[in-house]
């Protein structure tokens, strides 16, 4: 019996950060992108068409994981760039329309957004106190830091601006445009972030050898100096070995080290997330979106009630865990078979298309 999957010699448990405050819903309204990242062309598949999303049985779903959780919700919106979605607003709007507390919606954009397009969707917010608009700089893009902070402003004037992640890479340098963004928008507003996670293929014939940033990234920087310098480098994440010692470490080590592989233990992410994908697909976890899994169900069709009333853990079947490192994972003696991802699983070609209602 292997039991003992993980690359943590002796792991018991992997407690990830302390109780989560939101029940999130990852929503890929789009896989289209207007950038080409030479980091991340396994995530945005040009090719697939855009799918309306029925925003009548999101909303469904969203009431049904509050009554049935108890938790505050967070959709976070991320793609693809959702700017690309040409409904963005309205399913906004839609989403905030059956928030209260501390439920928030977040979207993901590059910002390369006109400024006057902008300005549109800003007014065009229905309930902003709702919203929150997080920001990649790509400065391997053509970006003028300039403009890019302009439009950040915007978003601070408005009170809608969350974080700026500063992508470093390898090919060009983003801490002095990190300073500048921290001076001029608040050290609050600005984290560095590796651009490695965005590597879906896991064969490296396929992939692009992005996971070797971090190597780079780590020989070049001193981050354990960079604790407040973002999520990714403080050593939130906790984990316990059979001994019983207690070790502290943060995303950065976890890539670093290549321990992020948690093949074949009991993974406590559904009870915290759901994964909306481009044609409506609801998954438990990021992986299934490009792998050969069955969604629980596709929200264009219908809304499954009873999953929400039951969630339970799941055993993990990946080597890669690329941004649930928060939530719990724990040894179990069973023998679990691992399933490979590939983008392929998530064209248009293997997928089903189905109609909104
Ligand atoms: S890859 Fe998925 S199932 Fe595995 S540990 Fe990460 S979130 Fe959990």
């Known amino acids: 019996m292997n039991y003992l999957t993980t690359k943590i010699n002796k792991l018991k448990e992997f407690k990830g950060i302390e109780e989560p405050t939101h029940f999130t819903v990852e929503l890929r309204p789009t896989t289209k992108c207007n950038y080409d990242c030479f980091y991340c062309t396994d995530l945005h598949i040009n090719e697939n068409k855009i ?30 760039e959702p700017t690309v979605y040409d409904r963005l607003t309205s399913l906004i709007n839609s989403i905030t329309n059956v928030m209260e507390g501390s439920d928030y919606v977040e979207v993901q954009t590059n910002l390369s957004i006109k400024e006057k397009k902008l300005i549109k969707l800003i007014n065009e917010l229905q309930n902003k106190r ?53 001076k001029i928008l608040g050290s609050e507003h600005c984290e560095i972030v590796p651009l ?10 396929k992939g692009n050898d992005t996971f070797k940033e971090i190597n780079i990234l780590n020989e070049k920087e001193q981050t354990n100096l960079w604790d407040d310098d973002g999520h990714f480098f403080d050593k939130q994440l906790q984990y316990t070995k059979t001994d019983g010692e207690i070790i502290e470490t943060s995303r950065n080590e ?14 406590s992410v559904p009870k915290w997330k759901v994964y909306v994908d481009w044609n409506g697909d609801v998954y438990k976890c990021f992986n299934q979106q490009f792998a050969p899994v069955k969604p629980i169900f596709n929200l264009n069709e219908n ?24 939530y719990k994972k724990e040894i179990q003696q069973k023998d679990v078979k691992e399933i490979k991802i590939d983008r392929f699983f998530n064209t248009q070609k293997y997928k089903l298309i189905k109609k909104i209602k």
């Open 196 to 205: 490695i996670n965005a590597s879906v293929d896991q064969d490296p014939n």
């Open 51 to 80: 799918v309306p999303l029925s925003e009548d049985n999101m909303q469904k779903m969203l009431l049904s994981i509050k009554k049935n959780t108890g938790k505050n919700i967070q959709v976070f919106i991320c793609g693809g």
């Open 130 to 182: 709702f919203v929150k608009i997080s920001v990649s700089y790509h400065n391997t893009q053509c970006t003028n830091h300039m403009i890019f902070i302009k439009k950040c402003l915007l978003l601070k004037q408005h009170g809608i601006l969350n974080m700026i992640s500063y992508g470093y890479n390898s090919k060009k340098n983003v801490l002095s445009d990190y300073k500048k963004g921290k």
């Open 303 to 326: 809304v499954d009630y009873k999953y929400f009333k039951n969630l339970q853990c799941m055993d993990c079947t990946f080597t890669t865990c690329f941004f649930d490192m928060e």
């Open 254 to 267: 976890m890539w670093l080290k290549r321990n992020n592989n948690f093949l074949g233990t009991k993974c």
